[in-house]
């Protein structure tokens, strides 16, 4: 049998019991609830995309870890950026967006464009310039994002560019 829904922000452990008037647990003592409507837009943002924090320092208390969704409207292409120290994984939810980045392996750098479906995931080292692409005229794109780092870093650039081995 299940239980009710977890009222939003209470924690799961079974050993807590607020009781009116008393502080609750330590942040770090407890795990922590986020709703699919209660996700955080105040976050950092570039053109053409919307992000959502679920899991950060000001929603969770979280130290080392970012979490949330970001939609990509159809027909709409991100400004080109990166996120700075943070390790970037990216699970795709709906729609068929594309990453798109340079490699200089050959003898010009050229564009890289990597198209993807629900359920395929991508994973973007600290630093890389790149930008999100959702051709689609009529769906959206979502994706859910995990960062290495507390809060979403965007840095937007004028432009992509190939990341220097110095760099690296």
Known sequence: MSEPLTPPGEGFHPHLHDAPGESAAPLRTRLHHVRAGALDGDTAQSGGMRRFAAVSGRTV?????????THVAPSTSSSDHHHGESETAIYVVSGHPEFV?????????EEIRLRTSPGD???????????????????EAVVVIARSTQEAIVVNLPGLYVLGAEEA
């Open 61 to 69: 208390g979280s130290e080392k870890l970012w979490m949330g969704q």
């Open 121 to 139: 995931y991508i994973f973007v080292p600290p630093f890389v310039p790149h930008r999100e692409e959702n051709p689609d005229p009529a769906e």
């Open 101 to 109: 980045f340079l490699d200089d392996t050959g003898a010009q750098p």
